[in-house]
């Protein structure tokens, strides 16, 4: 398979992105109409997922003002060049730029877009091109301020389970800390195994254990981590940020499945951590287990978010 070099031929003047654009990265975003982030643009899993994948570089240029991020996906053969997502913030002119550079890489007239929320088809329209639209998943919105004072019939079933959690013996909720790394790894090992019964691949541990061991780029704003310790032991672990202003990711939270309830509980500690925000966006469910567990925390909307093909 030919290896592709960045920055050579049809990728001249794209760079893999790096902490150096982190900053520039931030400020695209925050320039970007709200409804234009998703789970995706949330930069601590930009980093811990593509930074060290040798199999797909994340790469970034700019053009006009805006921020332009492509995926090159070395496991195809030949190497696709596809757009990430609109640029940052969205224009016709730095689109049409894109576009052509993804033709001349691939050298064909289809051109992928991997995340687009569904708000953002529109930004399509003057290209006049044909689109394909594939729904890729739905995404949980939820309102953090709901989670200081549960009330109502709505909540009944998610107090009663905080309740029987709060009712424990030596719960106590911390700040995640480097020191309680090998505590969190050893609980995600023993979760992969038992998980494995039941499904035949296991995703997400790779960007876990980099975010476990995580190396000091992201302040407590944008990575933000909790565990619960019962009678001293570790059970659960998990971490949230802001996407940008106003919208808060949670990332990743993981639990002892023996101690019923806990994921949840863990989860409101760290929605409450963010009820300064609009909303806070909880990524899919790609399993009927985890669609229970997201409903019953009680979403306040769905954000659904599609893969695009243009001139298809």
Same mark, same amino acid.
């Given at each position: 398979?030919?290896?592709?070099?960045?920055?050579?031929?049809?990728?001249?003047?794209?760079?893999?992105?790096?902490?150096?654009?982190?900053?520039?990265?931030?400020?695209?975003?925050?320039?970007?109409?709200?409804?234009?982030? +998703?789970?995706?643009?949330?930069?601590?899993?930009?980093?811990?997922?593509?930074?060290?994948?040798?199999?797909?570089?994340?790469?970034?240029?700019?053009?006009?003002?805006?921020?332009?991020?492509?995926?090159?996906?070395?496991?195809?053969?030949? *190497?696709?060049?596809?757009?990430?997502?609109?640029?940052?913030?969205?224009?016709?002119?730095?689109?049409?730029?894109?576009?052509? /550079?993804?033709?001349?890489?691939?050298?064909?007239?289809?051109?992928?877009?991997?995340?687009?929320?569904?708000?953002?088809?529109?930004?399509?329209?003057?290209?006049?091109?044909?689109?394909?639209?594939?729904?890729?998943?739905?995404?949980?919105?939820?309102? *953090?301020?709901?989670?200081?004072?549960?009330?109502?019939?709505?909540?009944?079933?998610?107090?009663?389970?905080?309740?029987?959690?709060?009712?424990?013996?030596?719960?106590?909720?911390?700040?995640?800390?480097?020191?309680?790394? *090998?505590?969190?790894?050893?609980?995600?090992?023993?979760?992969?195994?038992?998980?494995?019964?039941?499904?035949?691949?296991?995703?997400?541990?790779?960007?876990?254990?980099? +975010?476990?061991?995580?190396?000091?780029?992201?302040? *407590? /704003?944008?990575?933000?981590?909790?565990?619960?310790?019962?009678?001293?032991?570790?059970?659960?672990?998990?971490?949230?940020?802001?996407?940008?202003?106003?919208?808060?990711?949670?990332?990743?939270?993981?639990?002892?499945?023996?101690?019923?309830?806990?994921?949840?509980?863990?989860?409101?500690?760290?929605?409450?951590?963010?009820?300064?925000?609009?909303?806070?966006?909880?990524?899919?469910?790609?399993?009927?287990?985890?669609?229970?567990?997201?409903?019953?925390?009680?979403?306040?909307?769905?954000?659904?978010?599609? /893969?695009?093909?243009?001139?298809?």
């Amino acid at each position: 398979m030919h290896d592709p070099q960045v920055g050579e031929g049809a990728l001249a003047g794209l760079r893999r992105m790096a902490p150096p654009d982190f900053d520039r990265y931030r400020a695209a975003l925050a320039q970007a109409p709200a409804q234009a982030a +998703c789970w995706q643009h949330y930069l601590p899993f930009l980093h811990f997922h593509y930074g060290p994948n040798p199999r797909q570089d994340l790469l970034i240029e700019e053009h006009e003002g805006a921020l332009c991020l492509f995926k090159l996906d070395r496991r195809e053969d030949p *190497p696709q060049l596809r757009l990430f997502c609109l640029p940052l913030p969205a224009g016709t002119a730095a689109l049409r730029h894109c576009l052509e /550079r993804v033709r001349a890489f691939n050298g064909q007239p289809r051109v992928a877009i991997d995340w687009m929320p569904a708000a953002q088809i529109g930004a399509l329209g003057p290209l006049g091109e044909t689109l394909r639209l594939v729904p890729k998943l739905d995404q949980y919105l939820y309102d *953090p301020k709901l989670y200081r004072h549960l009330t109502g019939r709505k909540t009944r079933e998610l107090r009663h389970n905080l309740a029987h959690v709060q009712a424990l013996e030596g719960v106590e909720v911390q700040a995640y800390t480097p020191q309680d790394a *090998p505590e969190a790894e050893a609980l995600l090992a023993t979760w992969i195994a038992q998980q494995r019964a039941k499904y035949d691949t296991i995703a997400y541990q790779g960007y876990t254990r980099a +975010c476990l061991r995580h190396d000091g780029l992201f302040g *407590p /704003r944008e990575l933000a981590g909790k565990v619960v310790r019962v009678q001293g032991r570790l059970c659960a672990f998990g971490f949230a940020g802001e996407i940008r202003p106003g919208l808060a990711n949670l990332f990743i939270t993981y639990s002892d499945p023996g101690v019923s309830g806990l994921n949840r509980f863990l989860t409101c500690q760290l929605l409450q951590a963010f009820e300064d925000c609009e909303l806070v966006n909880s990524g899919p469910a790609d399993t009927p287990g985890l669609v229970t567990a997201k409903d019953s925390l009680c979403p306040v909307a769905m954000q659904q978010v599609f /893969r695009v093909t243009i001139g298809a």
